[in-house]
């Protein structure tokens, strides 16, 4: 606010990936992706609600994953709930922010060619077959340049085809 004196999106990109099982994870393993996959982004969006009221169009990007969307194994079962919990965050943001001009959207891709991505494939598909976060970065632009007549409430990006996106 004190550099360009508004705003009128925010993005919501930061996430962490375990492997952990839901059932043997520690406390502190879950309260950690909570807080880097919910609650942060929750906390952007309260830090610049009153900016992006102000604006009369404020976009609210985050981004979920296909894995907030389905849980694809038991190795992505406890990810799968903090993605599902950020869908659920843009999905209540679109809703509290409707009659200010706030959109919501919450942008889910599989598999992306960063080192999570990489990780969370495990060798079993090159970064070069993988999409490419170029790629999401264009959707998040698409998204925050729509007209408020033009609710998107989630948009899915996937690699491959998995049986469901």
């Known amino acids: 606010m004190a550099r360009h004196g508004r705003v009128d999106a925010i993005v919501a990109s930061a996430g962490i990936f375990t492997s952990s099982s839901i059932v043997e994870a520690s406390e502190a393993e879950v309260d950690t992706l909570l807080e880097v996959n919910l609650r942060a982004p929750r906390r952007l969006a309260m ?26 194994s038991a190795g992505s079962g406890l990810y ?35 080192d999570m991505g990489e990780t969370a494939a495990g060798g079993a598909r090159a970064a070069e077959e993988m999409t490419q976060p170029q790629e999401v970065a264009h959707l998040v632009m698409e998204a925050i340049g729509l007209s408020n007549t033009a609710s998107v ?13």
């Open 80 to 114: 799968s709930v903090s993605k599902f919990a950020a869908i659920g965050l843009a999905h209540a943001l679109r809703y509290e922010g409707w009659d200010h001009g706030i959109r919501a959207t919450a942008i889910c891709p599989g598999l992306v060619a960063t």
């Open 47 to 72: 830090a610049s609600w009153a900016a992006l009221k102000k604006s009369g169009r404020g976009r609210v990007i985050i981004l979920g994953s296909l894995s907030g969307k389905r849980v694809a």
């Open 153 to 165: 409430p989630e948009i899915h990006i996937n690699c491959r085809t998995d049986g469901i996106f």
